[in-house]
């Protein structure tokens, strides 16, 4: 299910505050702030991360 943010959530929920601002700080080009919240939370939601 897609969400607003441009993320994908579970059962139609949207991204939790921390990946939220994660894509807000990479959208505002803060890559470095945003990057490792986003793999993390890739990681914990088992999806594999991409190679930088």
């Known amino acids: 299910v897609s969400t607003a943010m441009g993320g994908v959530g579970v059962g139609g929920g ?3 505050i921390d990946a939220r601002v994660a ?3 990479c959208q505002d080009g803060n890559y470095a702030a945003g990057i490792p919240t986003l ?4 990681r914990n939601n ?3 991360v991409p190679a930088p």
């Open 23 to 25: 894509i807000a700080q």
């Open 39 to 42: 793999q993390r939370e890739l």
């Open 46 to 48: 088992k999806v594999p």
């Open 14 to 16: 949207q991204p939790d």
